[in-house]
C-alpha cells in the first residue's frame, strides 16, 4: 500500500518505520526542515519526506496523495489533523483517512464529518495492517466454524443521503447473507442493536454479520453510502 503520512515527529515517525518494515510505501509530510532532514537520515525502505505544512493541498500533491490507499495525520494539533483528513478526503479523494485525536473532546467532531478518529498510535497501525491483509475491513471475530464473520465498518461520508438526516439501518440495502446488527455514535461503548428506527450517519460504528465469502460486498454496501 500507499500511506501518506501527515506529522513527522515521534508518532509519525514511529508508524513510518512499522508500515516501512512491513514492506509498505510511505511519504511523510513534516513542516519542521530539521525533524525532515532527521526523518530523511534515519529511515529505510520505500519512502518520501516532504518539507511543508500538510494541511495546504500542494504539499499533499508533492506527496503523491494521487496514489495514496490511506491518509493518516498524527500532528499534535488536533485542527490540522481535522483539516489534512478533510482536504486528502475530500480534494484528492484518498479511500480511507485516520485520524490521531489528542483530545477525547473531539473524537464526536471527526466522527461527524466521516473521519475515523483514535487515540492509540499502536491501533492505528493495526488498523493499517488490517486494511492491508483484509481489504478495507476490520474482522472482530468468526463464528459457527468459520462461516460466519463480523465486521465492523465505519461510515463513511454519505454520496447517497444527506449526512445530517442520516438514513435507516433498515433501508441500506445490503447482499442476501448479510445484514447490518449493531451501530455505535459518539461513545463507541454504547453499542445499539439495530432496530427498525435505527439511523447511520457518518462517523458511526456499524458491526455487519455477513457469510465469509460475503464478507468484501458488505463492507462495501457500507462504505458506498
Known sequence: MYIVING???I?????????RSGNEVAIIEKDART?????NSLTGAF???????????????ANIRKADIFVATTGQDESNLMSCEIANRTFNVPRVIARVNSPKNLRIFREVGIEAVSSTTLIASIIEE???LGSMRVLTTLTRG?????????????????EEG????DVVMPDGALIIAVSGDDEDDMEVVGEETRLYPGDVVIVASDKELEKEAVAAIREL
Open 131 to 133: 486494511d492491508a491483509m
Open 167 to 170: 438514513i435507516l439501518a433498515l
Open 147 to 163: 462461516s460466519v464473520s463480523l465486521n465492523e465498518v465505519t461510515v463513511p461520508q454519505m454520496k447517497t443521503a444527506d449526512g
Open 12 to 20: 509519525g515517525e514511529y508508524l513510518a518505520a512499522r508500515m516501512l
Open 36 to 40: 525532515a532532514d532527521k526523518l530523511a
Open 48 to 62: 518520501l519526506v516532504v518539507c511543508g505544512d500538510g494541511c495546504m493541498s500542494r504539499y499533499q500533491e508533492d
Open 8 to 10: 513527522g515527529g515521534k
